[in-house]
């Protein structure tokens, strides 16, 4: 396990603020500690400094995940720490499923993510069901939750939302704080923050330590790449229907 005083006196030694041998001062540590956190905050957002798409299964409550025009109860679900759904706040969701508890043998079955536009577009958003067909999910930030949005509204308590989402780095609370990192995120993360810290310090960074900090970024980020599904643009489909590969033609009509 590392902890951030570890990465911080590395990071410090790295960019000359240190020298070998020195202690870091309180004000270093605090200083470096807010520096850490705000590179690991930039990562969040970069889909390649994202180690883990984690999988994670929440119960849903009868009439809850609408808009909460009805009544308060049936508005959308808080997710994130203290939230209805009790995690870590997701800065994006990469894929739905519904699981089904009602049978002898439950089952998961995928759901759509809905857009802006396609949320807008729905008549009765509380219009309820015994199952779900798309969520919508909104990254909104107060409190430190965003909110999410079922369609239709579920009408009973059998069925659970599942979310496939990616999980970042968490910060760190003190320079005491320690935890196990991915391979090739330590390194990546303090060369990173000893290039924020000599900007800070108005320290002497070379062209070697910046090709340096680009190598093991990238290094850390080529391990997380992930297989996905091959895509294909709605557009080009739209108007032709389906292509059959048996009978090299498309079927059905996809227009108005």
Do not use: H
Not at 217 to 236: E, K, W
Request: proline share 7%; hydrophobic share 40%.
């Amino acid at each position: 396990m590392i902890s951030a005083r570890d990465i911080l006196t590395d990071a410090y030694l790295i960019n000359g603020v240190l020298a070998a041998g020195e202690i870091m001062d309180a004000t270093q540590g605090q200083q470096g500690l807010s520096v850490l956190n705000q590179v690991l905050d930039q990562w969040s957002l970069m889909p390649l400094t994202i180690p883990v798409t984690a999988r994670e299964v929440f119960p849903l409550v009868a009439g809850k995940g609408g808009t909460g025009v009805s009544t308060p109860t049936s508005g959308p679900y808080t997710i994130g720490p203290g939230g209805d759904f009790d995690t870590s706040r997701p800065t994006s969701i990469t894929s739905v499923g519904l699981y089904d508890t009602s049978t002898s043998q439950p089952f998961e079955i995928t759901r759509a993510l809905y857009t802006n536009d396609a949320y807008a577009s729905i008549v009765q958003k509380d219009l309820q069901s015994s199952y779900f067909t798309g969520l919508y999910f909104q990254t909104t930030f107060a409190g430190g939750l965003a909110t999410i949005q079922l369609w239709p509204v579920p009408s009973g308590n059998t069925t659970s939302v599942v979310l496939y989402r990616p999980v970042q780095l968490r910060t760190f609370t003190s320079l005491t704080d320690a935890y196990d990192f991915p391979p090739g995120a330590q390194p990546a993360l303090t060369y990173e923050a000893s290039k924020w810290l000599a900007i800070r310090y108005r320290a002497p960074w070379s062209d070697d330590l910046d090709k340096a900090c680009r190598r093991f970024l990238s290094i850390y980020q080529r391990a997380n790449t992930i297989m996905v599904d091959l895509g294909l643009d709605p557009a080009l489909t739209a108007q032709a229907g389906v292509y059959n590969i048996l009978s090299d033609s498309p079927v059905g009509f996809g227009g108005r």
